[in-house]
Antibody, heavy 121, light 107 residues
Framework: EVQLLESGGGLVQPGGSLRLSCAAS????????MSWVRQAPGKGLEWVSV????????YYADSVKGRFTISRDNSKNTLYLQMNSLRGEDTAVYYC??????????????WGQGALVTVSS | EIVLTQSPGTLSLSPGERATLSCRAS???????LAWYQQKPGQAPRLLIY???SRATGIPDRFSGSGSGTDFTLTISRLEPEDFAVYHC????????FGGGTKVEIQ
């Protein structure tokens, strides 16, 4: 079955940076769009960003636009999220999630277990 | 941006009962592009329904989705003990967005 494993979470000070990774296996990674979705403690889900199968098209939520960058390395079957200028409101569990096809902007048929990012001084 | 409102916030029911969860959109969701997810404490969400009414692989037929336009419903025909969880709706007809969730708890 599809496996998605996030890494790179942790504690960071406000204004700092962090890069999350999501290692994908057991499916042909390069054929599918991928997203990051986050969940603040005790809150609902918030879509963050999506990248299409080739990496040539990306979209961002307004709350992270200009601060976060999504990317992928299809040769390594890995998705990334570079997070800069972090704020307290970015504290959340970050999930990587697989789209059902190559174009961005669909639903999510598989999810990783999540990586906790805590922004605090 | 399409805003999704889920109701009720919490649903208290007993095993064997029927659960009806609502997801209302601030504007029409194109092509019935609505999905439902189940999330248990400490776990990632799991896809239940996509396209408003299509069950995902491996999802029991006690789960069903319906609706169109701005009003969508997830129905669990007879609650099993493992169904007590939080349920999220998501629209993908425009810029992606989620509802606030409905918690189904044991009465």
């Amino acid at each position: 079955e599809v496996q998605l494993l996030e890494s790179g979470g942790g504690l960071v000070q406000p204004g700092g940076s962090l890069r999350l990774s999501c290692a994908a296996s057991r499916f042909t990674f390069s054929r599918y769009a991928m997203s990051w979705v986050r969940q603040a403690p005790g809150k609902g889900l918030e879509w963050v960003s999506v990248i299409n199968d080739s990496g040539g098209t990306t979209y961002y939520a307004d709350s992270v636009k200009g601060r976060f960058t999504i990317s992928r390395d299809n040769s390594k079957n890995t998705l990334y999220l570079q997070m800069n200028s972090l704020r307290g409101e970015d504290t959340a569990v970050y999930y990587c999630a697989k789209d059902p096809d190559g174009g961005p902007g669909g639903y999510f048929d598989y999810w990783g277990q999540g990586a906790l990012v805590t922004v605090s001084s | 941006e399409i805003v999704l409102t889920q109701s009720p916030g919490t649903l208290s029911l007993s095993p064997g009962e029927r659960a009806t969860l609502s997801c209302r959109a601030s504007q029409s969701v194109g092509s019935n592009s609505l999905a439902w997810y189940q999330q248990k404490p400490g776990q990632a969400p799991r896809l239940l329904i996509y396209g408003a009414s299509s069950r995902a692989t491996g999802i029991p037929d006690r789960f069903s989705g319906s609706g169109s336009g701005t009003d969508f419903t997830l129905t669990i025909s007879r609650l099993e003990p493992e169904d007590f969880a939080v349920y999220h709706c998501q629209q993908y007809g425009g810029s992606l967005s989620f509802g606030g969730g409905t918690k189904v708890e044991i009465q």
